[in-house]
């Protein structure tokens, strides 16, 4: 005896077993019977004239859905798994925070979840069930494990030089070493532009440089992040961008003239004008004290003078810089003073006596200051 849903008919007197072909997703349970008599519970027997109907029900089983949240905290990230809420939108809601796993009914589930920032989710990944994209599908029965993964985002940092060259400066930022600072050996350095890479942790680093002498460090400027004096904290997802300018410091330069009057001279430092020639309109020029303003360039000088009669010149001495008879040499950054004496020179009176006739006489003279 067999029919889909059920049959009836007569039958012989005899014991029979009862069975069905089972439908996936449904549990069936044990047959019951009215009438007849149970010799298995699967087996009935029917006796001469006897009447027997023997039922069985099937009950659809509940599909089971499990959300599961892992995290990477490999840039200095400290969020975990409870962080993040997530959820299954379907035929029966499912939600938790850190995932989620319970029976629920078979059909279409939309996956998501409630991010934090600094961390990037990876796509859905599932075990079990029909999966497209952020959705799966359960049929009766059927299990599922969803998997999505947080990963903390390395944080961005990037280090710049400019350099100001306005004062016959050379230097260019190649010639600047920048550095961060930070935990153990999260840290950048090198020359302009730095910029870090992907293990990068969050993190706060001490903003600090290196380079040549001659030149003035403005403060460290940072665009993002947070920025104490000259360290700049970047939380993972974070960027900064940290400048600092280097301007090349204006040489000094002093011209200075003294003036001995150790024979009668009357002349002051005013009556000499004293030149410091260098390349185009670098120039000095005027009576001492001539000292040299902000726009000096670094340059090499030729030292020179107006004279006034009856007085002689030294030679130029020169502290600081480098000196070369006349020519005085200053880079960025350096000081020098030049300076120059002038001595007046003793007069010298000669008396001549012409006689006529000649006299081998002698005369006398005699010559009296005033």
Not at 42 to 61: F, H, M, P, R, Y
Request: glycine residues 14%; contains cysteine; proline residues 3%.
């Amino acid at each position: 005896l067999s029919g889909a849903g059920g049959t009836e008919n007569n039958v012989n007197a005899g014991t029979y077993i009862l069975s069905e072909t089972s439908v996936p997703g449904y549990t069936a349970e044990n047959w019951s019977c009215t009438g007849g008599t149970f010799t298995a519970p699967d087996k009935i027997a029917v006796a001469l004239g006897e009447s027997a109907t023997c039922t069985i029900n099937n009950n659809d089983q509940a599909a089971h859905l499990k959300l599961v949240k892992q995290v990477s905290n490999d840039n200095g990230g400290t969020a975990v798994a409870t962080d993040f809420t997530l959820s299954a939108d379907g035929p029966t809601p499912l939600s938790g925070k850190g995932g989620a796993e319970d029976d629920v009914s078979a059909g279409k589930y939309n996956l998501s979840e409630t991010n934090q920032p600094g961390y990037t989710a990876s796509a859905w990944s599932c075990t079990g069930g029909i999966q497209s994209g952020s959705s799966v599908t359960l049929a009766l029965g059927e299990s599922a494990t969803c998997t999505i993964t947080n990963d903390d985002i390395a944080p961005k940092l990037h280090l710049r030089k400019v350099v100001i060259n306005d004062n016959g400066g050379t230097k260019t930022m190649t010639d600047f070493t920048l550095t961060a600072n930070g935990t153990g050996t999260n840290d950048l350095t090198g020359a302009s532009p730095v910029d870090s890479g992907a293990s990068l942790m969050a993190d706060t680093w001490a903003l600090s440089e290196a380079g040549p002498t001659g030149y003035s460090a403005s403060d460290w400027v940072c665009q993002g992040g947070t920025q104490n004096g000259s360290n700049i904290t970047v939380d993972i997802g974070g960027e900064a961008t940290c400048t600092i300018t280097n301007d090349d410091i204006a040489p000094k330069l002093h011209l200075r003239k003294v003036v001995k009057n150790d024979n009668g001279g009357t002349k002051t430092a005013a009556d000499f004008t004293l030149t410091a020639n260098g390349t185009g309109t670098n120039d000095l020029t005027g009576a001492s004290p001539v000292d040299s303003g902000a726009g000096l360039k670094a340059d090499t000088w030729a030292l020179s003078e107006t004279n006034v009669y009856g007085y002689s010149a030294s030679a130029w001495t020169c502290v600081g810089g480098s000196q070369s008879g006349s020519n005085i040499t200053l880079d960025v950054g350096e000081e020098a003073t030049c300076t120059i004496t002038n001595d007046d020179q003793p007069g010298t009176i000669i008396i001549k006596k012409n006689t006529k006739p000649a006299n081998t006489g002698s005369f006398g003279f005699t010559t009296t200051g005033s």
